[in-house]
């Protein structure tokens, strides 16, 4: 039996990790107003139609469209789907040629499946969230049809919290579902276990109403202490998911996972209570958008003062002025007295080059922080087939080191999303039996298991930082083969081994182009014996020359 503690446990953590979400609650709807119209229900009610009021308030949208540009970048960029993107190496304390093989082989597997599933569809919803409101939320699970379903999660839907090393490793969700549903998700069985689910669920049999009930899920890492070693029941997993009934908390369902099936993407971090939800370029953008509104509001109204100008005229020609364009006015000429008596535009002086160029300076300033010029440059490099990648890495250098630190979190929070990826597919039979030297026993129930793969990204994004790295070694290498034309013992500074293996794999180059080193060595090996030979073939050649001669002398 399930104890009711474990329901009002979780439940009084939701409520706390709620309070600490309402620091940014004020956050996100500000800037799913302004950047996101289309998702402007945050701390508003959503009667599930789209609100074309939000969009009509926008009077300029360079921030709307910069964070599209930002969420697409991320899609052609960063996992593109036609492209090879990413591909899977063994952890190092089984590193073999064998099992680096297989995890090798698994990943084109995996990308495969990938392809076929609503990864890349969903994952672009995704990424508006990250490029907006600093934090994206989306999970994996096996689908009916034995592959991968992704889904995307709305930023008011979860509540989170951070382990010690900061990864995301808690997440709430507070669940609406009508009754149905709800059997649907949990089983008959589990909603008869409150008894307010249980009546209602006898009501939908019996008149066919479908009531809405709120329920609570719970994924979180087990403690060690709440886990049966060696037990494959489901509760003794490593993630903890449990559905609590929100009003009762009744525990209706108490089960788990292998790996957390919730992937949380932070963009960046901003400092002080509430930093586990994310920071993003809106953030910090704010203030600019803001002035961008207002300013687009003084052009409007300038505009429209200079292509309809106000009329000053004379209180005896009320109703005989016509205002249609090319319209004309007649008055009688002895009622002018002077050119205050007559017709004219009045209140139009404004400057609207003044207010167009203040608009185009914060618009830039939008752009920047969402890194317009950097996914643009790619694209253009895209149409210009003829670049080299040194080109492409000279031209890129200064925009992606602004860009680096959002890439760099990107890939620690998704290492989440890509073990999850591993384990369905490893447990839906898609991957061949690992080799022998894959296996080995979990450091904490000791049972023999198969490691999560490490991820190497070979996207464009991840090839042009790569080749920052490449740069600096070149350069390097370019004033030490100068220096060494005068002291050549300076190149034994060098690991020129390690230097022209490591600018191969930042280039992108295909691991099965490089040697394994032991191959390497059994080749300069027989080189150097073959060149032994050659020497020693040289000395005898020599030695009956020499002896020849002298023979001939005596």
């Keep these: 039996m399930i104890p009711l503690e474990l329901g009002h446990y979780h439940h009084s953590r939701y409520l706390d990790m709620i309070e600490d979400r309402r620091e940014v609650e004020e956050w996100w709807q500000e800037i799913s107003e302004k950047v996101l119209p289309r998702k402007s229900y945050v701390t508003e009610a959503n009667d599930g139609f789209a609100d074309n009021a939000k969009f009509r308030r926008l009077v300029d949208t360079t921030a709307v469209d910069a964070c599209q540009t930002l969420a697409n970048g991320h899609s052609s960029y960063i996992t593109p789907a036609d492209q090879r993107w990413f591909y899977w190496s063994a952890p190092e304390r089984v590193k073999t040629d064998e099992v680096e093989g297989w995890y090798r082989h698994c990943s084109t597997l995996a990308a495969m499946e990938i392809s076929s599933s609503n990864f890349y569809t969903n994952l672009d919803e995704a990424y508006l969230d990250r490029s907006g409101f600093g934090i994206a939320?989306?999970?994996?699970?096996p689908s009916r049809a034995g592959g991968l379903n992704v889904q995307v999660h709305p930023v008011n839907s979860y509540t989170i919290e951070e382990s010690e090393e900061g990864y995301v490793d808690t997440i709430y969700f507070l669940i609406e579902k009508g009754i149905r549903q709800l059997v649907l998700l949990l089983g008959e069985d589990n909603i008869q276990k409150s008894e307010k689910l249980a009546t209602s669920w006898k009501e939908y049999k019996m008149k066919g109403r479908n009531k809405k009930h709120r329920v609570l899920h719970c994924v979180y890492p087990r403690e060690m202490d709440e886990r049966e070693l060696g037990s494959r029941e489901s509760r003794h997993m490593p993630y903890g998911s449990i559905y609590i009934c929100y009003e009762s908390k009744v525990v209706l369902d108490n089960s788990g996972f292998q790996e957390n099936p919730?992937?949380?993407?932070?963009?960046?971090?901003?400092?002080?209570?509430?930093?586990?939800y994310g920071f993003s370029p809106a953030?910090?953008?704010?203030p600019v958008i803001d002035q961008l509104n207002f300013f687009g509001k003084v052009r409007n109204l300038v505009a429209e003062k200079q292509a309809v100008p106000s009329i000053l005229y004379p209180d005896y020609m009320e109703g005989d002025i016509d205002l249609r364009g090319g319209g004309a006015t007649a008055f009688k000429a002895g009622k002018t007295a002077g050119s205050y008596h007559l017709p004219h535009e009045w209140g139009n002086q404004g400057r609207y080059d003044v207010t167009a160029e203040e608009m185009r300076h914060l618009q830039e300033g939008v752009k920047a922080?969402?890194?317009?010029?950097?996914?643009?440059?790619?694209?253009?490099?895209?149409?210009?087939?003829q670049m080299t990648r040194l080109e492409v890495g000279e031209r890129a250098s200064e925009k992606m080191v602004q860009f680096a630190p959002s890439f760099t979190r990107f890939t620690a929070d998704f290492q989440t999303f890509m073990n999850r990826i591993f384990g369905i597919l490893l447990r839906q039979g898609k991957f061949p039996p690992p080799p022998d030297g894959a296996i080995v026993p979990d450091p904490y129930t000791g049972k023999p298991g198969i490691e999560n793969p490490q991820v190497i990204y070979q996207?464009?994004?991840?090839?042009?930082?790569?080749?920052?790295?490449?740069?600096?070694?070149?350069?390097?290498?370019?004033?030490?083969?100068?220096v060494s034309a005068v002291a050549p013992e300076v190149l034994d500074n060098i690991n020129?081994?390690?230097?022209?293996?490591?600018?191969?794999?930042?280039?992108?180059?295909?691991?099965?182009?490089?040697?394994?080193?032991?191959?390497?060595?059994?080749?300069?090996?027989?080189?150097?014996?073959?060149?032994?030979q050659e020497r020693q073939l040289a000395m005898a050649e020599q030695a009956a020359s020499a002896a020849g001669k002298v023979g001939m002398t005596v």
Aim: charged share 25%; net charge neutral.
């Design 137 to 141: 939320t989306f999970s994996a699970w």
């Design 496 to 532: 020129l081994d390690q230097w022209i293996r490591s600018s191969g794999r930042n280039d992108g180059v295909h691991e099965s182009l490089f040697h394994e080193s032991d191959h390497v060595e059994a080749i300069r090996e027989a080189r150097s014996q073959q060149q032994e």
């Design 369 to 385: 922080a969402f890194h317009v010029d950097l996914f643009k440059m790619f694209a253009e490099m895209d149409r210009a087939a």
């Design 283 to 286: 953030w910090r953008s704010m």
């Design 262 to 276: 919730y992937c949380s993407s932070r963009y960046l971090k901003h400092s002080g209570r509430g930093n586990q």
């Design 459 to 482: 996207s464009k994004i991840a090839l042009a930082l790569q080749q920052l790295q490449n740069s600096g070694a070149d350069q390097m290498m370019e004033r030490a083969l100068g």
